[in-house]
């Protein structure tokens, strides 16, 4: 239990026996804003007193005298109209950290696992990865692990466009390439180049267009020459975003891919049901559904059309299908989105008949976690200098070519396959680590030089912060071979401060598996390691002067500090190593 739990429950039984009537999920405690006011502060007295015509000091004094304190407080004072501020005690922070030196994870596991759906990365095969993928997959990836390291049981999706009418084209081409004897590795190797070649035949040839408009008809048909073709296709692509995964170092997997194809036996379903209930109407051939609680400023109902007047599905319609797979075939009671921000009127679209519909259970949580554009240096979103689009691989290239001169630079003498290993883990996690310390929601300028710094809340200052304290231990079993980690003892307000960072992991967790903001983890690691430093510096561990308990203890702050930091950067994708 997190130490803000205990004293949430020490101060609730408190409240309730003094006759306060508390909600058992609210807070009571907050870790307080400054020092002077203890470690954590609690206000229940204040509201109470008012409701209970009391007075506010008299209520805060018979909380704290029932709230039985002494084992966890070394002092709890009534401060200014009746605040509780309580100062945590030294050997109470050492046992909980004790206690966390033995435990197998670094926090509690929910109490409550849930069953989550998380749909993230899901690029479109049609084309190459490209960056505005990068923060879908990043985003996702870290809050997925977050979600299992608490306990709860998460199934990825990656709900990759693999349907749609640009895959007639796509075969027309890939046919006329498998035509004169090409491998189809090799027709499509550049998956870029290629999509430009289908869409300039298709503008410019009249006879391939025809031909493309028919393949989607008849691939959607299941004609197998077409669905061979497609099939083709898609594997290749599929094996270009499986490489970039790997390089990235990404846990999404084969079997996570469930792709808008998926759903396509089910789209003719889901829109009879839409019919059935009143939901969608014929609408000048198409079949519409309008939501008057998205109405725009004129008051006009939201059109979502759920089937165009050829026939066809779009987006949306694989959407409520791909949800009531979620929510009625798999049985998750929460279900996350990882896309960009532009997509959230789409989002909102299909939540709404969703639940309308009721293709969802009512209690099932639907969230859009959308993100801002990464954007180039000039400020506008990120293309190459001509204009195109920035192909993810090359741009992961580059950042551990960058990786490596820094590293190089940094240690010289490293050997040649150590180098590599690193520049591979520096540069890879400098480019996540950036994405990730920005506020989801905003924009960000994709910067080399500030990513790859060593000062300033970057993966590379974090994974460095790690390397010096294996190099204590490096240095111990040198100078003092008998010293192991023992016992903690909290000794100076250094060390105190530290007891207090590694602590509050489980919290952090919590919270980022709660909001999915993983710049709260990141935030907190850079703390974290500032933290660490200062503790290093104001208290010497290996100096002969340093008595043997002390030593251990001091040792085993060291340990859990390295624990925290590669944990907290794992949960992020970010890969740690001995030196740099
Ligand atoms: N393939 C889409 C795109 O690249 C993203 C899909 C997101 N997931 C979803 N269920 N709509 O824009």
Redesign the pocket.
Known sequence: MSIRNLLDRRLRDAAISCGIAVSPTDHLAAPSARPEFGDFQANLALAAAREMNAKPRDLAERIVARAQLADIASRVEIAGPGFINIHLADDFLARLLDDLRGAHRLCPLAAHPVRTVV??S???LAKEMHV??LR?TIIGDAVVRVLEYLGHEVIR?N???DWGTQFGMLIAELEDHLGTGEAPDLALADLEQFYQNAKAHFDLDAEFATRARHYVVRLQAGDAHCHALWQRFIAISIAHSEAIYRQLNVTLSHADIRP?SAYNDALAEVAALLTAQGLAAEDQGALVAFLPELADKQGRPSPVIVRKSDGGYL?AT??LA?LRYRSQTLGAARIL????AR?SL??KQ?FTLARKAGLVGADVALEHHPFGTMLGPDGTPFKTRSGGTVKLAELLDEAVARAAQLVAAKNPALAETTHAEIAHKVGIGAVKYADLARTRTHDYVFDWDSMLSFDGNTAPYLQYAYTRIQSIFRRAAHSAPDATPGPIEITTAAERRLALALLGFGEVLNQVAAEAYPHVLCNYLYELASTFTSFYEQCPILKPEVAPELRASRLALCQLGARTLATGLDLLGIEVMAEM
């Open positions: 749909d993230y899901s690029p479109n505005g993928h879908s999706h709900h990759m466009g808008e987006y694989t959407d791909a989105y990882f896309i960009d997509q789409h989002m299909v």
